[in-house]
């Protein structure tokens, strides 16, 4: 290959930006694959985040293989698996992080005009083909929506992997509840990059320079170059100007889209993958959904296969059957593997939606509705209540979008519901899987404060209810409410013999009071939610969600509704 490092990219305000380029030797004009975001470009995979790298390439020998791995970073393309393909390979270093001067406000208006610019900066390079696609995990993901509603000229594909598009509904509060991942994500994997660190970060394990730009700043310069980005979000707690913001217009996104979600992404990108390619205005767009770690996929060779066809067919112009291929592609899940299938729609057409009953007598799930009324009491610090189904005659693929009908009650003016959606043996030990982080994710979550119960009836759908969050409703202690709570998509093949389950409490799952499973760019120990907790009391003051909550489960009436496939 031949690289440019530190390439300068003026923005419209005078910043100037920085990227690295990895050329094809050949001279000669080449579709761009750029990415923009804050880890830092000369930050090696390895350095940054040793631990999610050594379990990924231990566990998946392909996805080191064939590379040097010299030029690995976090969540972006190897240039040695794309470059050799006849593509060029830009990152670029968002501004304020890295070697990109200015200040750090992440998603914001700011931000994006600066991803705009970038790619239009690159397409008119004498190495570019003027066609300019946009991949990338994560940050690298959800940025991608944003812009592209923006319609820059020279955008000409996009593959969101694990990218979330609802900066309120999917990133920052779920059900209205403040998630406390981003001032945790801020602090060790922005804060620890950020431009002005200087000779205080890391260097480059290739070129020697020092990460995070040449200048070094004293720590108020860096505070005062940054948002207050956790606090920030806890500002805003319901959707107003500053998150409408952060969020696309998806009308406005055009161009041919390739959307991979993760059925373990629950705390952060699954839903927005969804949701994302659903809303989207593209003509052309594909929702592909897998398992596994977050990070994995994109770079192994099942992942690298897809996005190569992909952007081969819309960069590249090549003809290699990507638009013969049906919109949906699902990597269905077992309990002990995944079989992949192509499928025509989101949701699936021949999904038989099916109503599994609360019955409050003895705890049972059952597709026969109760007789009697019966009101069950718990404390939101404690386990909750768990509806059992006895054990599948037959084995039950539960392959889509969930809802769940409840009336409730406080003692106080609000509650949080936390809805755990599970499978058990027949000897009742629970089935949980490697999620995107947490290696023991269940089937399916879906949380909703009740103050925030407020639906949308032209948005909403009977399997996918949608919360406006543009105004709280407080209960009246003691009163039922109707509410119905969102439980993201999920899949699974749960074997005859085998129970299914909903749990139904007051604070986050647990799968354990202790695992010992951590990764080092995370404060908590991974109990079954991995980072993305609802654990902040300034948000969840004690003396209001704290109080006992009660389930009017009606005959007839509390259900979860489940996506059958026959």
């Given at each position: 290959?031949?690289?440019?490092?530190?390439?300068?990219?003026?923005?419209?305000?005078?910043?100037?930006?920085?990227?690295?380029?990895?050329?094809?030797?050949?001279?000669?004009?080449?579709?761009?694959?750029?990415?923009?975001?804050?880890?830092?470009?000369?930050?090696?995979?390895?350095?940054?985040?040793?631990?999610?790298?050594?379990?990924?390439?231990?566990?998946?020998?392909?996805?080191?293989?064939?590379?040097?791995?010299?030029?690995?970073?976090?969540?972006?393309?190897?240039?040695?698996?794309?470059?050799?393909?006849?593509?060029?390979?830009?990152?670029?270093?968002?501004?304020?992080?890295?070697?990109?001067?200015?200040?750090?406000?992440?998603?914001?208006?700011?931000?994006?005009?600066?991803?705009?610019?970038?790619?239009?900066?690159?397409?008119?390079?004498?190495?570019?083909?003027?066609?300019?696609?946009?991949?990338?995990?994560?940050?690298?993901?959800?940025?991608?929506?944003?812009?592209?509603?923006?319609?820059?000229?020279?955008?000409?594909?996009?593959?969101?992997?694990?990218?979330?598009?609802?900066?309120?509904?999917?990133?920052?509060?779920?059900?209205?509840?403040?998630?406390?991942?981003?001032?945790?994500?801020?602090?060790?994997?922005?804060?620890?990059?950020?431009?002005?660190?200087?000779?205080?970060?890391?260097?480059?394990?290739?070129?020697?320079?020092?990460?995070?730009?040449?200048?070094?700043?004293?720590?108020?310069?860096?505070?005062?170059?940054?948002?207050?980005?956790?606090?920030?979000?806890?500002?805003?707690?319901?959707?107003?100007?500053?998150?409408?913001?952060?969020?696309p217009a998806w009308e406005r996104i055009v161009v041919p889209l390739l959307s991979a979600a993760n059925w373990g992404g629950q705390g952060l990108h699954l839903r927005g993958n969804v949701e994302g390619y659903l809303k989207?205005?593209?003509?052309?767009?594909?929702?592909?959904?897998?398992?596994?770690?977050?990070?994995?996929?994109?770079?192994?060779?099942?992942?690298?296969?897809?996005?190569?066809?992909?952007?081969?067919?819309?960069?590249?112009?090549?003809?290699?059957?990507?638009?013969?291929?049906?919109?949906?592609?699902?990597?269905?899940?077992?309990?002990?593997?995944?079989?992949?299938?192509?499928?025509?729609?989101?949701?699936?057409?021949?999904?038989?939606?099916?109503?599994?009953?609360?019955?409050?007598?003895?705890?049972?799930?059952?597709?026969?509705?109760?007789?009697?009324?019966?009101?069950?009491?718990?404390?939101?610090?404690?386990?909750?209540?768990?509806?059992?189904?006895?054990?599948?005659?037959?084995?039950?693929?539960?392959?889509?979008?969930?809802?769940?009908?409840?009336?409730?009650?406080?003692?106080?003016?609000?509650?949080?519901?936390?809805?755990?959606?599970?499978?058990?043996?027949?000897?009742?030990?629970?089935?949980?899987?490697?999620?995107?982080?947490?290696?023991?994710?269940?089937?399916?979550?879906?949380?909703?404060?009740?103050?925030?119960?407020?639906?949308?009836?032209?948005?909403?759908?009977?399997?996918?209810?949608?919360?406006?969050?543009?105004?709280?409703?407080?209960?009246?202690p003691g009163a039922p409410v109707d509410l119905r709570v969102e439980i993201l998509p999920t899949s699974i093949v749960v074997p005859a013999g085998y129970r299914i389950a909903l749990t139904i409490r007051g604070r986050d799952?647990?799968?354990?009071?202790?695992?010992?499973?951590?990764?080092?760019?995370?404060?908590?120990?991974?109990?079954?939610?991995?980072?993305?907790?609802?654990?902040?009391?300034?948000?969840?003051?004690?003396?209001?969600?704290?109080?006992?909550?009660?389930?009017?489960?009606?005959?007839?009436?509390?259900?979860?509704?489940?996506?059958?496939?026959?």
């Amino acid at each position: 290959m031949n690289i440019d490092w530190d390439v300068p990219i003026e923005t419209s305000d005078g910043i100037v930006l920085r990227a690295d380029v990895f050329r094809p030797v050949k001279e000669g004009r080449y579709p761009v694959l750029l990415s923009y975001g804050p880890y830092a470009k000369g930050l090696a995979f390895q350095d940054g985040y040793p631990s999610a790298w050594n379990k990924m390439v231990a566990g998946h020998p392909d996805v080191p293989y064939g590379s040097t791995n010299k030029y690995q970073s976090w969540e972006v393309v190897d240039p040695e698996k794309w470059v050799p393909d006849g593509y060029v390979v830009v990152r670029v270093d968002s501004r304020g992080c890295g070697r990109s001067p200015g200040y750090v406000d992440h998603f914001s208006p700011r931000e994006t005009q600066d991803y705009y610019e970038s790619i239009e900066w690159a397409a008119v390079q004498p190495w570019s083909s003027g066609k300019v696609g946009l991949n990338g995990v994560s940050y690298f993901g959800m940025n991608q929506w944003l812009v592209a509603a923006c319609k820059p000229p020279h955008l000409a594909a996009m593959c969101v992997w694990e990218g979330s598009s609802d900066w309120y509904r999917d990133a920052t509060h779920h059900g209205g509840i403040l998630s406390t991942f981003w001032a945790n994500w801020y602090d060790i994997q922005v804060k620890s990059v950020q431009y002005g660190l200087g000779l205080r970060g890391p260097k480059s394990r290739v070129t020697g320079d020092l990460v995070c730009g040449p200048e070094t700043m004293s720590d108020a310069q860096l505070q005062a170059n940054r948002s207050d980005f956790g606090d920030d979000i806890l500002a805003h707690t319901l959707i107003d100007e500053w998150h409408r913001e952060r969020t696309p217009a998806w009308e406005r996104i055009v161009v041919p889209l390739l959307s991979a979600a993760n059925w373990g992404g629950q705390g952060l990108h699954l839903r927005g993958n969804v949701e994302g390619y659903l809303k989207a205005g593209s003509r052309q767009k594909w929702l592909e959904v897998h398992g596994d770690e977050h990070w994995t996929h994109f770079y192994t060779d099942y992942g690298l296969a897809l996005q190569k066809q992909f952007f081969g067919h819309f960069l590249k112009g090549d003809k290699n059957g990507w638009d013969e291929r049906p919109p949906v592609l699902l990597q269905v899940r077992g309990v002990d593997g995944f079989t992949q299938r192509e499928e025509m729609q989101w949701p699936i057409e021949r999904t038989v939606w099916t109503k599994f009953y609360l019955h409050g007598q003895d705890g049972s799930l059952s597709t026969e509705p109760p007789t009697e009324d019966v009101q069950i009491t718990y404390l939101p610090d404690g386990d909750g209540a768990t509806f059992v189904s006895a054990p599948l005659e037959r084995s039950m693929e539960i392959t889509g979008p969930s809802a769940c009908s409840l009336k409730v009650s406080s003692e106080s003016e609000d509650a949080d519901l936390f809805l755990v959606l599970r499978v058990f043996t027949p000897d009742l030990r629970e089935v949980t899987f490697q999620g995107a982080i947490d290696p023991h994710t269940p089937i399916g979550q879906g949380w909703l404060r009740a103050s925030h119960r407020k639906e949308d009836p032209k948005l909403s759908m009977p399997w996918r209810p949608h919360h406006t969050h543009d105004e709280k409703q407080p209960l009246s202690p003691g009163a039922p409410v109707d509410l119905r709570v969102e439980i993201l998509p999920t899949s699974i093949v749960v074997p005859a013999g085998y129970r299914i389950a909903l749990t139904i409490r007051g604070r986050d799952y647990e799968f354990a009071k202790h695992t010992g499973e951590r990764l080092g760019h995370f404060k908590n120990e991974l109990r079954g939610c991995g980072p993305f907790l609802h654990d902040d009391p300034r948000d969840r003051p004690p003396e209001i969600f704290g109080a006992p909550v009660t389930l009017h489960l009606e005959a007839g009436q509390a259900h979860v509704l489940l996506p059958v496939i026959p």
